[in-house]
């Protein structure tokens, strides 16, 4: 079975020089600082090197020079995308830009009323899409795991401020349904990655990428029970500090499974168009 810890990768350490170098240099100088600590990772980490490799060369069909380039890219890339998390944070923010296909999808998602969900994955880097969120008249959500939230926590509040949007961990006391049921009956929208899982969670055994591959049936089956309406939406990176949104038609009366496969065809083609920006580092499609 494909395991992911339920914790994002990096130390507290780590995250403090990159916001130190962010906040007193800007986000070149901090970015530059990447091509220092990438190269560590990837010798010093071989077990996430070798499943990168494998994903690139046997999932994505790349050359063997390809899939060895892309792992130093991808880990390049993933740097980045925090930096802008944390720029995102700060008077920076207003120097990033992005197109989006479908906006008005996601303010019709919050007028309904009744609520809505928004689901991505981990790719590219939803956090950026703050600037829309704010745009949005409705509350936002972001449902994420105790573990995951808890780790950064303190130290984003105290070196960067509180973020636009409020958070609802996963908690194993269940205490996040609670909240989840309160914010759709407010009208309010969640948004919530589709793509990982717990172990001993309960999955949907689905095709992607050519290959059987694992999702967290409970996202779905929220999503199919709570009878609201769904946008599948992702920001991915492009130069710079540009970014491009791309929120889907919203679905709705679908069932869990019918759901999903529409998910996994719009990752598909986002981890096609942008291999570089797949962030799950660990075997996906390991059963």
Not at 56 to 83: M, P, Q, W
Not at 157 to 176: C, P, Y
Not at 244 to 267: C, D, F, P, R, T
Request: hydrophobic share 40%; aromatic share 14%.
């Amino acid at each position: 079975m494909s395991v992911w810890s339920g914790k994002t990768k990096g130390g507290v350490l780590g995250y403090s020089i990159f916001i130190f170098f962010l906040k007193n240099f800007g986000v070149g100088p901090a970015s530059a600082l990447l091509y220092l600590v990438v190269p560590y990772y990837v010798l010093f980490d071989p077990k996430s090197s070798r499943i990168s490799y494998r994903f690139y060369k046997e999932r994505l069909g790349f050359s063997t020079f390809k899939a060895a380039k892309h792992i130093f890219t991808n880990r390049i890339t993933f740097g980045r995308v925090l930096l802008d998390k944390f720029a995102m944070m700060t008077p920076i923010k207003e120097r990033y830009t992005f197109d989006c296909d479908g906006e008005e999808r996601l303010h019709a998602l919050g007028e309904t009323g009744k609520g809505g969900m928004i689901i991505t994955a981990h790719i590219g880097n939803w956090e950026i899409a703050g600037q829309l969120l704010d745009r949005l008249s409705t509350k936002i959500h972001v449902v994420m795991f105790d573990a995951e939230y808890q780790k950064i926590k303190n130290l984003v509040s105290s070196q960067l401020g509180n973020r636009n949007f409020n958070v609802i961990a996963i908690k194993e006391d269940m205490s996040h349904i609670f909240l989840i049921n309160k914010a759709l009956k407010n009208g309010e929208i969640l948004c919530i990655q589709g793509d990982r899982f717990l172990s001993g969670a309960p999955t949907l055994e689905l095709d992607f990428l050519g290959e059987k591959a694992l999702f967290p049936k409970s996202v779905f089956d929220m999503a199919s029970r709570l009878k609201v309406p769904v946008c599948f939406a992702f920001a991915m990176k492009d130069k710079g500090m540009h970014y491009k949104l791309n929120s889907s038609v919203a679905y709705e009366g679908m069932k869990s499974k019918e759901l999903a496969e529409q998910y996994i065809k719009l990752v598909e083609q986002k981890v096609q168009d942008y291999p570089e920006q797949w962030f799950n580092f660990y075997d996906f499609w390991k059963k």
